[in-house]
């Protein structure tokens, strides 16, 4: 069984980073990619970034890039987001994904992620 396991997050002035890191466990876990969701309150779930396992294809999000990093994955199966000049509107759960395909046709897509998780809080004071 696979389990995405986060940390970090929690509350800093906008302007600040913060760092949140995922650890993916289960002998299994073979995931040809990880990525970061989000969502605000009353707000849709927002693709924030995604890395392919080997690190050559990272996808960002227009309004986290040049802020956020995402990093990681290959054989430690841990990803990492890298969070500065945090804004107000960053404010929300952040979610670690995986896929369960070899294939990601939009990495973008929610519905193209299996594991999910368990969230982490990210709040940014103005």
């Known amino acids: 069984q696979v389990r995405l396991v986060q940390s970090g997050g929690g509350l800093v002035q906008a302007g600040g980073s913060l760092r949140l890191s995922c650890a993916a466990s289960g002998r299994t876990f073979n995931s040809v990619a990880m990525a970061w969701f989000r969502q605000a309150p009353g707000k849709a779930r927002e693709a924030v970034a995604a890395?392919?396992?080997?690190?050559?294809?990272?996808y960002y999000s227009d309004s986290v890039k040049g802020r956020f990093t995402i990093s990681g994955v290959n054989a430690k199966n841990t990803v990492y987001l890298q969070m500065n000049s945090l804004k107000p509107e960053d404010t929300g759960v952040y979610y670690c994904?995986?896929?369960?395909?070899?294939?990601?046709?939009?990495?973008?897509?929610?519905?193209?992620?299996?594991?999910w998780g368990q969230g982490t809080q990210v709040t940014v004071s103005s």
């Open positions: 890395i392919s396992r080997s690190g050559t294809d990272i």
């Open positions: 994904v995986a896929p369960k395909s070899d294939f990601v046709s939009s990495w973008s897509a929610a519905s193209e992620y299996d594991y």
